[in-house]
């Protein structure tokens, strides 16, 4: 990517999160070095996207503690959101169907050079900035695997003309444009085909062995990843044949509010 960039050491101790319905997650201690492949393994409605938000410092915990590189949780969360960028979360990192490819990393792009760079890089003369702007996301797109030209209308393709994997991989680049430390990707494996899931995770691997620790959600981690369980039940004690689409809605909702609260 350009410019490396060193992934951070990621540890939880007795880690958990209580929302207005009760439990979503609790009891989670692991302990992973940097630039790591660390997959959140565990059935829908168990907390997995609330352990992501909350370790990104989207979410505040409500027991046990965790450290993200210097950042200690769950009260230094400004601290963890800096160093920490989040891809294909529902409700919070959401393509914009109207929009092209080329809309939505030139506004990424916009949006990390006035709130995410420096003053030193905010003072430099605009032509500079722009190419470091172009440089980013030629970066980004490079590690994710995405070539503009290879699709139907090159940059000005819609994000509803995508397939599901080109979206995957235009969300990891507009994360990525930031270059955070760590990674936080949601529902990696959700909808995919065996062998895009492959592709999916060789992916995410090649992320973490150049440097960017990364947090994955998925049903089923691969071989090779550390591993992280919500567990096969929730935190409620209810199990996997008690929930149902309404749960998971519901759980998916008192994330996103709690991680706008953060």
Known sequence: MGESVRGLAVAAHDFGVKGPRGWAFRGVSFTAGPGLLIAVEGPSGTGRTCLLLALTGRMKASEGTAAVGEARLPKQLAAARRVS?????????????ALTVGEHLRERALLQHRFGDSLRALLRPRADRAREAWRRIDAALDAVGLDRAALPKGSRTAVRDLERLEALRLSLALALIGRPRLLGVDDTDLKLSGAERDEVWALLRSLAEAGTTVLAVCSEAPEGALVVSTGGRRADGTGDDEKNTEDDAKEAVDALAASRRA
């Open 85 to 97: 960028a989040l891809a294909h979360v529902a409700g919070v990192t959401d393509l914009d169907p």
